[in-house]
């Protein structure tokens, strides 16, 4: 069984920290996604699980064995490299069968595994090319050939994905997942697209400035974020964020355009307090659908900027300061009031075009403006406060 | 290079390399017009016609580029090695009379390959070059790889392991010169620390070459580590990560997935250490700084030299230089086939 434990995992370079007091739990057989931006620290995070750094604190678990000073080679990892890796002065038999050949296997079995392995990535008949022969996605299915011949306990895949070209990135997307379940073997995943981390894992650890920010299923990082990162970070396009105020009786953003009402006191919050407020773009609404939504929110007035057709849906920016028809560039303050609002495509919406929106109460969210903590995930239980006055004797948060 | 004067010429003459493949058809029917036209004037269309034929069209409008160069280089390159040629099929000897070209034989030939002291000398420079590039690639790929290692002071320890290289072998020759003598080099004050010694290094005929080799080295090791260090650091760190991953050891790693990589290299700084060996001629006369080398290591280029600017016995010395072109050239000329037929040429 190979359960993947990091414990306090620290990785310093000097004065950076790449890695900062990481734990993470992986059970045996999950398919989980290392995401986060350039630099987090996930790569170096894999590469502590592989064995190619030595953490400077902590310790990595693999199976029962704490492998933390063990070299690569005893850790029952297989991994596959971004750049794909493979050795160029090697046919795609050889490549596959390096790890093989020097741990001595017989011929035989050598030959079943590598015939194996090709079958499973439909490597059959080009055991014999060279590296420089093949298509990127070709050579991406050698370098997962050559991991999955292993037979390791431990998948270690390090945006193996990123070096091909859109189509082929989703074909391979299904290709892994199949193997995952033809397998079941541990597979930790790195990837700065959260495309890939939504689609194909089990559970997703976003990582941050090489700190953990959240681990958990895709759709509960989606619904549920933990902090402002990760509603920033997953999801595409982003979720909308605005600066705001608690009054008696709710949430107003600092043009005071947007009131979301709603008892402050079952949220913790009290009046002045600045918590943001976030909402993502499919939920939020044009008036005219505000009966097909179970909580909406009263109606908000807002000005049309700029539409973005995409095909399947118009994300459509939305500017809530009174600014209407004289428009001029953003400055950043403005920006911050700005709401992206997704319609669909048979919208008859135009741009500098006032439109009075609604907001689904089940889908906003509050998150502390200072730390970033989640404060609430969906105010749809939360009654309107009728009177000013119930509110300020509760509040002392 | 033809290919590149030829697009300079061709964008010089008339930007014609604009031209598609698509309308190269036409091209060929208007060219024909134009010889068909030439020829009822004479003859020379025909020759023009069968020049560009055979060297492509813009053979003529290039000339200027190349002609100049290739009649420099026949004159004084070939053309001299085919006069040194000629004179070695004389027996022109002295400053008494001229070169007789009335009677040309191989016998200056026959007389080289018979005589002891060329047969030495031939399997001295063999010795030499064998050795000399043999441990030159071996040590300087362990340096580079100790460098590439990341060490500390990694640019200070390459500068300090090229910066013989910009030395002048007669300045070089002149250390080693001081470090092997017998009395009180430094060479022997080293070996005296444990007991052994001294030796005479340059005197004794059995040591002379290989303390020769060992200063070539010592010289020329700096560059194939550079040449190494700039291979190494093409190859990506994910196949070291791959190779150990897959379960290779520190030396495995290097032998099985590293090394192989560094085979152009290894070609390319052959060749040079190669032709640098064939030049060791600096390095030896230097040494004594007279044209004749400690015993026990003259080569052929030393042997050359003797017997045509000491002796005077030009043809023979021809001779000589005839055979350490062609030794040359087996060295050089499958390199430069292996890179005509991958089009590196």
Redesign the interface.
């Known amino acids: 069984m190979a359960r993947v434990n990091l414990e306090g995992v620290t990785k310093r370079y000097g004065d950076v920290t790449a890695v900062d007091d990481m734990n993470l739990d992986i059970e045996h057989g999950e398919f989980i996604t290392l995401v986060g931006p350039s630099g987090c620290g996930k790569s170096t995070t894999m590469e502590t699980i592989a064995g190619l750094t030595k953490p400077t604190g902590g310790t990595v678990t693999i199976g029962d064995l704490d492998v933390t000073t063990l070299p690569p080679k005893d850790r029952g990892i297989a991994m596959v490299f971004q750049n794909i890796a493979l050795f160029p002065h090697m046919d795609v038999y050889d490549n596959i069968s390096f790890g093989l050949r020097l741990r001595n296997y017989s011929k035989e079995e050598i030959d079943r595994r590598v015939e194996d392995a090709a079958d499973k990535v439909q490597l059959v008949g080009m055991l014999d090319r060279m590296p420089d022969e093949m298509s990127g996605g070709q050579r991406q299915r050698v370098a997962i050939a050559r991991a999955i011949v292993r037979e390791p306990d431990v998948f270690l895949m390090d945006e193996p994905l990123a070096n091909l070209d859109a189509k082929l990135r989703v074909h391979m997307r299904t290709v892994l997942q199949r193997l995952h379940k033809e397998m079941d073997t541990t597979i930790i995943y790195v990837t700065h697209d959260q495309a890939e981390a939504m689609t194909m894992s089990d559970r997703i650890a976003v990582i941050d400035a090489g700190e953990l920010q959240q681990i958990a299923p895709p759709l509960t990082c989606y619904n549920e974020p933990a902090n402002l990162f990760v509603a920033g970070f997953i999801g595409s396009p982003s979720m909308n964020t605005l600066a705001g105020e608690v009054t008696d009786t709710g949430w107003v953003s600092q043009n005071g355009n947007i009131q979301i009402d709603f008892d402050p006191a079952e949220l913790g919050l009290s009046p002045g307090d600045r918590p943001t407020m976030g909402v993502r773009p499919e939920d939020v609404y044009t008036s005219e659908k505000a009966d097909t939504v179970t909580h909406p929110t009263q109606s908000l007035p807002a000005t049309t900027d700029v539409l973005e057709p995409m095909g399947d849906e118009i994300f459509v920016y939305l500017l809530t300061d009174d600014i209407g028809a004289e428009k001029m560039a953003l400055s950043e303050a403005e920006q911050e009031n700005q709401l992206l609002m997704s319609v669909s495509p048979d919208s008859t919406i135009e741009e500098d075009q006032r439109v009075d929106v609604v907001l689904d109460r089940s889908k906003i969210h509050f998150f502390d403006a200072k730390s970033g903590e989640a404060i609430a995930h969906g105010i749809e239980d939360l009654a309107g406060v009728e009177s000013a006055s119930t509110a300020e004797a509760e509040g002392d948060d | 290079m033809f290919d590149s004067f030829r697009t300079v010429t061709r964008q010089l003459v008339g930007g014609e390399d604009h031209r598609t493949s698509a309308d190269s058809d036409d091209e060929i029917r208007t060219d024909g017009g134009v010889a068909e036209s030439r020829r009822r004037t004479g003859s020379s269309g025909g020759v023009l016609k069968a020049v560009r034929d055979r060297f492509g069209e813009d053979f003529l409008e290039s000339t200027p580029f190349w002609l100049p160069t290739f009649l420099l280089m026949s004159l004084f390159v070939y053309g001299s090695i085919g006069w040194n040629f000629l004179i070695s099929l004389t027996d022109f000897e002295g400053f008494a009379q001229e070169p007789d070209y009335s009677n040309l034989d191989f016998e200056m030939y026959v007389q080289a390959v018979t005589s002891e002291a060329v047969q030495t000398a031939v399997v001295n420079t063999f010795a030499l070059l064998v050795a000399f590039t043999v441990v030159c690639l071996a040590f300087g790929m362990v340096l580079a790889i100790l460098v590439d290692r990341g060490i500390r002071f990694e640019n200070t320890f390459r500068t300090i392991y090229l910066l013989p290289m910009s030395l002048s072998f007669v300045v070089t020759a002149q250390f080693w010169l001081w470090m092997y003598n017998p009395t009180n080099g430094i060479v022997n004050m080293f070996f005296g620390v444990f007991g052994l010694g001294p030796y005479d290094f340059i005197g004794n005929p059995n040591l002379v070459l290989a303390a020769v080799i060992f200063a070539l080295v010592w010289q020329f090791s700096g560059y194939t580590m550079v040449v190494y260090l700039a291979s190494l650091r093409a190859i990506?760190t994910?196949?070291y990560?791959?190779?150990?991953?897959?379960?290779?050891s520190t030396v495995?790693m290097y032998w099985?997935?590293i090394v192989?990589?560094l085979?152009n290299a290894t070609i390319s700084a052959s060749v040079v250490l190669m032709v640098f060996a064939l030049k060791a001629f600096d390095f030896l006369y230097s040494l004594v700084g007279n044209f004749r080398p400690p015993n026990g290591s003259d080569i052929l280029a030393t042997k050359m030299v003797r017997e045509a600017f000491q002796n005077q016995n030009w043809a023979y010395g021809s001779a000589i230089a005839v055979l350490l072109f062609a030794l040359a050239l087996a060295i050089i000329g499958p390199y430069l086939f292996h890179q005509y037929k991958h089009d590196n040429l």
């Open positions: 990506p994910e196949h990560e791959a190779a150990q991953v897959d379960g290779a495995k099985r997935v192989p990589q085979k």
